[in-house]
C-alpha cells in the first residue's frame, strides 16, 4: 500500500466562542481566540490518499487531480476568507482546527474516485495541527450564526 499527499494552503480568519455561554466563560475558554472581530491563520492542508499505483499510470491518483479538487471544492471556500461569516458550511459552527477538518473530510471523500482518502492533516500554526481519519465525529451546530 503506498500513501500519497497533496499539500495545499489557504489564509482566513475566524473566531472562536460558543454562543450559549457569555462573555467571560468564552474568554476563560478561548483566550485572545474570542476577540470579537476574529483573528487569522494562514493553514496548511495535506490530503493523503492510500492505494495501489494504477498500473497503466503508475499514479495511486494524479496529483493534479487532487489538487484539483482541493481547490474547486475547499480553497474556493475557505481561503481569505472569516470563517464564522463566509462560509456556509460551517455556519453554526465553531470553526475549531478540528471542526473545520471533519468537515472538509466530508467535502473531499466523496471526489476521490482513485485510492482511498486516508489522512487529513490541518495546521493552524506550523506548530498546531490536527490529523484526522475519517472516524465518525459529531459536530454541533448552533442555531445562531456565529
Given at each position: 500500500?503506498?500513501?500519497?499527499?497533496?499539500?495545499?494552503?489557504?489564509?482566513?480568519?475566524?473566531?472562536?466562542?460558543?454562543?450559549?455561554?457569555?462573555?467571560?466563560?468564552?474568554?476563560?475558554?478561548?483566550?485572545?481566540?474570542?476577540?470579537?472581530?476574529?483573528?487569522?491563520?494562514?493553514?496548511?492542508?495535506?490530503?493523503?490518499?492510500?492505494?495501489?499505483?494504477?498500473?497503466?499510470?503508475?499514479?495511486?491518483?494524479?496529483?493534479?487531480?487532487?489538487?484539483?479538487?482541493?481547490?474547486?471544492?475547499?480553497?474556493?471556500?475557505l481561503d481569505h476568507k472569516h470563517l464564522n461569516v463566509d462560509v456556509?458550511?460551517?455556519?453554526?459552527?465553531?470553526?475549531?482546527?478540528?471542526?473545520?477538518?471533519?468537515?472538509?473530510?466530508?467535502?473531499?471523500?466523496?471526489?476521490?474516485?482513485?485510492?482511498?482518502?486516508?489522512?487529513?492533516?490541518?495546521?493552524?500554526?506550523?506548530?498546531?495541527?490536527?490529523?484526522?481519519?475519517?472516524e465518525p465525529v459529531e459536530i454541533k451546530r448552533f442555531g445562531n450564526?456565529?
Amino acid at each position: 500500500m503506498l500513501f500519497i499527499t497533496k499539500s495545499v494552503e489557504f489564509s482566513a480568519s475566524h473566531r472562536l466562542y460558543n454562543p450559549e455561554w457569555d462573555f467571560q466563560k468564552n474568554q476563560e475558554v478561548y483566550d485572545k481566540c474570542n476577540n470579537p472581530n476574529g483573528h487569522g491563520h494562514n493553514y496548511v492542508l495535506e490530503v493523503t490518499v492510500k492505494g495501489k499505483p494504477n498500473p497503466d499510470t503508475g499514479y495511486v491518483i494524479d496529483l493534479k487531480k487532487l489538487k484539483d479538487i482541493l481547490v474547486k471544492k475547499v480553497l474556493i471556500h475557505l481561503d481569505h476568507k472569516h470563517l464564522n461569516v463566509d462560509v456556509d458550511f460551517l455556519k453554526g459552527v465553531i470553526p475549531t482546527v478540528e471542526n473545520i477538518s471533519v468537515l472538509i473530510w466530508d467535502i473531499v471523500k466523496p471526489h476521490i474516485t482513485d485510492g482511498e482518502l486516508y489522512k487529513l492533516k490541518l495546521y493552524e500554526t506550523p506548530n498546531s495541527w490536527v490529523e484526522y481519519y475519517g472516524e465518525p465525529v459529531e459536530i454541533k451546530r448552533f442555531g445562531n450564526e456565529q
